[in-house]
């Protein structure tokens, strides 16, 4: 059983930066491909970037590219989202998520995840 805890999340202004932290515990990390969604008020979860077990390749919503990098510390067992230029239409809650050991390529589908974190809150304002 996978146990994740999102932190990093805040209040900042159009234009500024975050950066979103996701410890995991109960599993063997480095195994594990890791997303990170978002979900606005009345909007559903949606996929924000993802970043596969190995080699570590990333992939990012088209919504995001350009702005936004994952990324992860095996060492650490800890996944990160760099988020820059932000907007506010970037303001929701953010949850990271894990996928099963070793399952190869990457997701972008939120019941394509089997364990997830309980979100932190990110608001942008204009």
């Known amino acids: 059983q996978v146990q994740l805890v999102e932190s990093g999340g805040g209040l900042v202004q159009a234009g500024g930066s975050l950066r979103l932290s996701c410890a995991a515990s109960?599993?063997?990390?480095?195994?594990?491909?890791m997303g990170w969604f978002r979900q606005a008020p009345g909007k559903e979860r949606e996929f924000v970037a993802a970043i596969n077990w190995s080699p570590g390749s990333s992939y990012y919503a088209d919504s995001v590219k350009g702005r936004v990098t994952i990324s992860r510390d095996n060492a650490k067992n800890t996944v990160y989202l760099q988020m820059n230029s932000l907007k506010p239409e970037d303001t929701a809650v953010y949850y990271c998520a894990a996928d099963r050991p070793l399952r190869v390529g990457v997701r972008s589908r939120p019941d394509e995840y089997d364990y997830w974190g309980q979100g932190t809150q990110v608001t942008v304002s204009s």
């Open positions: 109960g599993g063997t990390f480095r195994y594990y491909a």
